[in-house]
């Protein structure tokens, strides 16, 4: 989770962002097929959305 919110907050990542025409604020969330035993947890002390094939297990913060 800690690789989303850095990359997220890389100012040449924002700004390509940006560039795309993308709304902000700009929401760090990951998606994955398989989610391990510890997972959700740890997306939600990072603040990161967390999605399966299932749905949304972890909503995202919006906090900066």
Same mark, same amino acid.
């Given at each position: 989770?800690?690789?989303? *919110? ?13 560039? +795309?025409?993308?709304? +902000?604020?700009?929401?760090?969330? %990951?998606?994955? *097929? ?6 959700? +947890? ?5 603040? %990161? ?16």
């Amino acid at each position: 989770m800690d690789q989303v *919110l850095a990359k997220a907050r890389q100012p040449a990542f924002v700004a390509a962002v940006r560039r +795309e025409g993308f709304p +902000e604020p700009i929401v760090p969330v %990951v998606f994955g *097929l398989v989610i391990y035993s510890g997972a959700e +947890e740890a997306a939600r002390q990072a603040g %990161v959305g967390l999605f399966s094939p299932h749905g949304e297990l972890v909503a995202p913060s919006l906090q900066p």
